[in-house]
């Protein structure tokens, strides 16, 4: 089973500023890579498949890069409803599918 | 617009078997894969095991033994069963309508519920 690790466990940032933050697999998974946002409440939303690709309806501001084991989710000019959890999520080596702990991004 | 809804017990008692439902609405459920995601404070997401009607079921190694995934094409329904739960078992549950990819990419997502193992 792929581990996925995701760095930091919590971010802190100002609306308006950009937040980046990392997710790390156990072996390569190529660019089998996905993000997801959680909020309060509510189920995860897919953000980012391919490593790079945005989902249809995410906004440009989400940008993730990556390939291998190492992948970056980057979210430029945070705007309120941005502060959330994101997950990492890999697909390259399944079953199972196997998620990140994820990084909660909150208000500074 | 597809909506996906999990229904069935919120409290299971130990040892006892977990039975969930997931209501397909706006497409039929022979179109695509669906999965089953769990997720707990302790453990985060754990995806349980996917499948398409006529085509082949995955499930979670780890919980192979204990769980069966199937469906009801004619309700547009499918349905989880986890047996001999323990209280590790208590989590969010949802259903999933995965992408057209083919891959295991999780688009579509019901509300969740909250199922509790205790006596």
């Known amino acids: 089973e792929i581990v996925m690790t995701q760095s930091p466990a919590t971010l802190s940032v100002s609306p308006g500023e950009r937040a980046t933050f990392s997710c790390r697999a156990s072996q390569s998974v190529s660019t089998n890579l996905a993000w997801y946002q959680q909020k309060p409440g509510q189920a995860p939303r897919l953000l980012i498949y391919?490593?790079?690709s945005r989902a249809t309806g995410v906004p440009a501001r989400f940008s993730g890069s990556g390939s291998g084991t190492e992948f970056t989710l980057s979210i430029s000019n945070l705007q309120s409803e941005d502060f959330a959890v994101y997950y990492c999520?890999?697909?390259?080596?399944?079953?199972?599918?196997?998620f990140g702990p994820g990084t909660k991004v909150d208000l500074k | 617009q597809v909506q996906l809804q999990e229904s069935g017990p919120g409290l299971v008692k130990p040892s006892e078997t977990l039975s969930l439902t997931c209501n397909v609405s706006g497409g039929s459920i022979r179109d695509f894969y669906y999965t089953w995601i769990r997720q707990t404070a302790g453990k985060g997401l754990e995806w349980i095991g996917r499948?398409?009607?006529?085509?082949?079921?995955y499930y979670n190694p780890s919980l192979k033994s204990r769980v069966t995934m199937s469906e009801d094409v004619s309700k547009n329904q499918f349905f989880l069963r986890l047996n001999s739960v323990t209280a590790a078992d208590s989590a969010i549950y949802y259903c999933?309508?995965?992408?057209?990819?083919?891959?295991?990419?999780?688009?579509?997502w019901g509300q969740g519920i909250l199922v509790t193992v205790s006596s």
């Open positions: 499948f398409r009607t006529s085509g082949t079921t």
């Open positions: 999933v309508r995965d992408s057209a990819s083919g891959w295991p990419l999780f688009e579509h």
């Open positions: 999520q890999q697909y390259k080596d399944w079953p199972p599918a196997t």
């Open positions: 391919g490593a790079s």
